[in-house]
């Protein structure tokens, strides 16, 4: 609610009779719903049966305080803004009334235009709350499980997990190629979380440098490093309740490695620049494609941090793995996208989603999605051909076909054909060269380019 520019339902609780008529005759000529209550009961008793967008509360009533009633109105409507006024300043009034949960503090006699201001203030805040709540509704119910597309086992699974493991504050690690959808599954867990009306903070660990990553999660003190010119709340600390989301964590340097061992253990860190322990309530979701346990294997991965991150494993296979997940993703992406182009596209030629069936993906559903706006975007005809799909996915098909047709010997043949072309091509067309690199002798390889037809290449 804007304050100054839409109606608003405002409630006075004022025993000077004047000062009620002077405030409800103001507000009415600016286009509010003024009422007004001379005593704390007359006022509770008003907020019990009616809904009121803000009061404003005199500090001293005849039948109790200003505070009193202010803790009273909270039982009974917890959300409504309240402005205190009073004839009584002082610092000291003014601090308890702002630590009881007042919105503002005014003194009489009362200036009405900082009045306005201050309605206009706490409305545009309201107002932000407001759209907060709702983002936070549609994430929810965007990331809600059962609105994830999947059609397969294996994604049924999946979801399983997450419904299981969601209500609980566990560390949990998702693992999978690069486009399997392990951001999406990250949300999932958070939003059917307890946690879901608090933060979802995302950290990408490779697309930072170490010293503005660390800086980044952790924060820092002002002259904590050159360029530090103020004080900076880290991605840990604004994820407080909430859930932090740590993609590509097989990627973390080994100094920022420490540090989040001893948050995962302690719940504690410390900001670049300070000595002061900084507790918060996050659960740690990571990601990432890396094999770790090679990562452990050779020192990139300290052990410790494997074992406290992997509490809870999650697996996403790759889309060639699932193909029953790629009939209702193309369904969805051609939706999505010609409702967003405004584009009346019927569906898929027979050709076309044999091609999209039967690809290998090695992006995954990041690549399928691509593939499908693209198709869209170029689709001329209401029907997406195999013209509308990429060369290189047409190619890369046929090639694969050739493969799956002739087996095991096309594809040596051509392996062999390819690693000769390397090596004449390493040693500038010298088949001396070319044959010891290979480990096979110079006739043989005089052979091997007869029987390719290498000469022309």
């Not at 990553?213 to 952790?218: I, N, V, W, Y």
């Amino acid at each position: 609610m804007k304050m100054s520019k839409e109606r608003g339902r405002v409630l006075v609780v004022e025993d000077d009779e004047a000062q009620r008529t002077l405030l409800c005759g103001f507000l009415a000529r600016q286009g509010f719903e003024a009422s007004s209550a001379s005593s704390g009961a007359e006022a509770l008793a008003k907020l019990k049966g009616e809904s009121w967008d803000l009061a404003l509360l005199d500090f001293r009533l005849p039948d109790m305080d200003g505070l009193e009633a202010l803790s009273q109105i909270r039982r009974i409507q917890p959300e409504i803004p309240v402005i205190f006024i009073t004839a009584f300043g002082t610092i000291e009034v003014a601090v308890n009334a702002m630590k009881a949960g007042a919105s503002d503090f005014l003194t009489k006699p009362i200036d009405l235009d900082i009045l306005l201001l201050s309605m206009d203030r706490i409305g545009e805040k309201a107002a932000l709350i407001q759209e907060n709540r709702e983002l936070r509704e549609r994430l929810a119910e965007r990331y809600r499980p059962s609105n994830i597309i999947y059609g397969s086992p294996q994604m049924e699974e999946v979801l399983g997990i997450v419904a299981r493991v969601a209500p609980s504050s566990s560390t949990v690690l998702i693992r999978g190629e690069s486009g399997t959808g392990k951001e999406l599954i990250a949300a999932a867990i958070h939003y059917a979380s307890p946690r879901h009306e608090k933060p979802f903070i995302k950290v990408n660990c490779s697309a930072l440098p170490e010293t503005l990553l660390e800086s980044e999660l952790f924060g820092h003190e002002r002259g904590a490093f050159t360029g530090a010119l103020q004080r900076r709340i880290g991605r840990l600390e604004a994820a407080d309740g909430g859930t932090l989301f740590l993609d590509e964590v097989g990627d973390l340097p080994p100094q920022i490695q420490t540090k989040l061992l001893r948050f995962l253990q302690g719940k504690e860190f410390e900001r670049l620049g300070s000595n002061t322990p900084i507790q918060v309530d996050v659960r740690i979701i990571a990601a990432t494609h890396r094999d770790l346990e090679a990562a452990v294997k050779e020192g990139g991965l300290r052990q410790d941090l494997y074992y406290r991150l992997q509490v809870i494993p999650i697996f996403l296979p790759p889309l060639r793995e699932r193909r029953e997940d790629i009939p209702p993703l193309i369904d969805h992406f051609l939706r999505k996208y010609s409702e967003r182009d405004g584009k009346e596209i019927s569906g898929v030629s027979p050709e076309a989603r044999h091609f999209l069936l039967t690809y290998d993906y090695p992006g995954n559903v990041r690549e399928l999605e691509n593939v499908v706006e693209r198709a869209v975007v170029l689709c001329r005809r209401g029907v997406i051909t195999l013209g509308d799909l990429p060369l290189p996915l047409r190619e890369a098909k046929v090639q694969n076909s050739a493969l799956e047709q002739s087996g095991l010997p096309l594809a040596v043949a051509n392996l062999e054909k390819d690693l000769i072309l390397q090596a004449l091509q390493a040693n500038n067309g010298n088949q001396s060269g070319a044959a010891r690199s290979l480990g096979i002798s110079e006739r043989v390889l005089r052979y091997k380019i007869r029987k390719y037809d290498l000469k022309r290449r």
